[in-house]
């Protein structure tokens, strides 16, 4: 049967209802106003000081000052620059099929500006097949787990596809830097992805290849929590025994998102300061704890992640953002994505036909040799109605 859209539509209505425009926008003015003078300290030395974890990611300040401070990005390089960009996309193992495999493909991206331009477009394919490589310590590649497998892939190939640009050089990746994918692993498992990775950051690091990664329309509260932490004058994880006359902006705090805290906070090319993930899964990365920062790139407002090496290096850094910047409005796209990034998709993108293809290839070579390659009766019975 069809949806019943009454119900939808009531749903809908109610869960419109929620959002009250007016005093949403009066409390997200009283939570801008706040971030602006914020102290960064108090909310350092109380992370510090702590026993327990707070129930919620806080960004960790690296500067003194106020937890709004804001600075602008730097133009392009006048002399030029390249950037590396990597893209994933994979098609799983399907439990209908008689046969198990895995095929990732991995793009790799060089986009070059300035005396000689240039542009260098490919992809990496690779077909898992056979338990040694279906399997991370005897845990089935699908879901989180193939989608740590791409994370680490995408850095690999980045790191290679980085040292063959012309200097100077960015890499950039899409996503996160943080491995959140495995923080409910087995050790065993969370070391394997952990130590390729570190070992990937480690190659940066050693080349001076400042790497970053974008994270657009980022979903994160990390800067929001932050500022909770900031003004609660008695314990930020006991909100229901607090009489404070803040009681209310910090419950709008808890439900807003960092992007919506910064939009109209932070003006075109402008970028907050650096903050550093206290996310348990970067614990084994050693040296290359993940900094982020945000910034308006042109209607939106974007996540940059970076390893430690690179925040703690100014000029790396401010020619990384400048880089990103760059791309974002190369891309003429509004909200702004960069360019090296588009490309990197679309070289790494499996699309139906491709799937399709590879499954029809797939049934070809079992014909060949003689074998049936019988899918299951559910899948069959979704590919052909009997009603």
């Given at each position: 049967?069809?949806l019943?859209?009454?119900v939808?539509?009531?749903?809908?209505n109610?869960l419109?209802?929620?959002?009250?425009?007016?005093?949403r926008?009066?409390?997200?003015?009283?939570?801008?106003?706040?971030?602006?003078?914020a102290?960064?300290?108090?909310?350092?030395?109380?992370?510090?000081?702590?026993?327990?974890?707070?129930?919620?990611?806080?960004?960790q300040?690296?500067?003194?000052?106020?937890?709004?401070?804001?600075?602008?990005?730097?133009?392009r390089?006048a002399?030029?620059?390249s950037?590396?960009?990597?893209?994933g996309?994979?098609?799983?193992?399907?439990?209908?099929?008689?046969?198990q495999?895995?095929?990732?493909?991995?793009?790799?991206?060089?986009l070059?500006?300035g005396?000689?331009?240039?542009a260098?477009?490919?992809?990496?394919?690779e077909?898992l097949?056979g338990?040694?490589?279906?399997?991370?310590e005897?845990?089935?590649?699908r879901?989180?787990?193939l989608g740590?497998?791409m994370?680490v892939?995408?850095?690999e190939?980045?790191?290679?596809t980085?040292?063959t640009?012309p200097?100077p050089?960015a890499?950039?990746?899409?996503?996160?830097?943080?491995l959140?994918?495995?923080?409910?692993?087995?050790?065993n498992?969370?070391?394997?992805f952990?130590w390729?990775f570190?070992?990937a950051?480690?190659?940066?690091?050693?080349?001076?290849?400042?790497v970053?990664?974008?994270?657009s329309?980022?979903?994160s509260?990390d800067?929001?929590?932050a500022?909770?932490?900031?003004?609660?004058?008695?314990d930020?994880?006991r909100?229901?025994?607090?009489?404070?006359?803040?009681?209310?902006?910090?419950?709008?705090?808890?439900g807003?998102?960092?992007r919506?805290?910064?939009?109209?906070?932070?003006s075109e090319?402008?970028?907050?300061?650096?903050?550093?993930?206290v996310?348990?899964?970067v614990?084994?990365y050693?040296?290359?704890?993940?900094h982020?920062c945000?910034?308006?790139?042109?209607g939106?407002?974007?996540?940059l992640?970076?390893?430690?090496?690179?925040a703690?290096?100014g000029?790396?850094?401010?020619?990384?953002?400048?880089?990103?910047?760059?791309?974002c409005?190369?891309?003429?796209?509004?909200?702004?994505y960069?360019?090296?990034?588009?490309?990197?998709?679309?070289?790494?993108?499996?699309?139906t036909?491709?799937r399709?293809?590879?499954e029809?290839?797939?049934?070809?070579e079992f014909?060949r040799?003689?074998?049936?390659?019988?899918?299951?009766?559910?899948?069959?019975?979704?590919?052909r109605?009997?009603v």
């Amino acid at each position: 049967m069809p949806l019943d859209f009454s119900v939808v539509s009531r749903e809908m209505n109610a869960l419109a209802a929620l959002f009250r425009p007016e005093e949403r926008a009066r409390l997200l003015r009283e939570a801008q106003r706040a971030l602006r003078t914020a102290d960064a300290d108090k909310v350092r030395v109380n992370l510090a000081e702590r026993k327990e974890r707070y129930p919620w990611l806080v960004a960790q300040p690296i500067e003194d000052g106020s937890l709004g401070e804001t600075f602008l990005i730097p133009p392009r390089p006048a002399g030029g620059y390249s950037v590396a960009a990597s893209d994933g996309s994979n098609i799983p193992p399907d439990r209908h099929s008689p046969v198990q495999y895995c095929i990732l493909n991995t793009s790799q991206v060089v986009l070059a500006y300035g005396e000689r331009p240039s542009a260098a477009l490919d992809s990496t394919t690779e077909m898992l097949y056979g338990d040694e490589r279906l399997y991370v310590e005897g845990v089935p590649l699908r879901g989180e787990l193939l989608g740590a497998t791409m994370a680490v892939r995408e850095l690999e190939v980045l790191l290679e596809t980085a040292r063959t640009a012309p200097e100077p050089r960015a890499a950039l990746l899409d996503g996160t830097l943080l491995l959140w994918r495995i923080q409910n692993q087995p050790d065993n498992i969370r070391t394997r992805f952990t130590w390729r990775f570190k070992k990937a950051l480690d190659g940066f690091a050693a080349e001076q290849i400042p790497v970053l990664s974008y994270i657009s329309f980022p979903g994160s509260r990390d800067l929001c929590n932050a500022l909770r932490v900031a003004l609660c004058e008695t314990d930020p994880t006991r909100c229901g025994d607090c009489q404070s006359d803040q009681r209310e902006l910090c419950e709008f705090l808890g439900g807003l998102r960092d992007r919506e805290l910064l939009q109209g906070f932070l003006s075109e090319r402008q970028r907050t300061d650096l903050f550093q993930s206290v996310s348990d899964v970067v614990k084994d990365y050693g040296d290359h704890a993940i900094h982020f920062c945000y910034m308006d790139v042109g209607g939106e407002i974007a996540r940059l992640e970076m390893p430690r090496w690179v925040a703690k290096d100014g000029e790396a850094l401010e020619f990384a953002l400048s880089v990103v910047l760059d791309q974002c409005e190369l891309s003429s796209d509004v909200p702004s994505y960069p360019l090296a990034l588009m490309e990197a998709h679309e070289a790494a993108v499996i699309h139906t036909a491709d799937r399709k293809a590879v499954e029809a290839l797939m049934e070809r070579e079992f014909a060949r040799r003689g074998l049936h390659y019988a899918r299951s009766g559910k899948d069959r019975s979704k590919r052909r109605r009997g009603v």
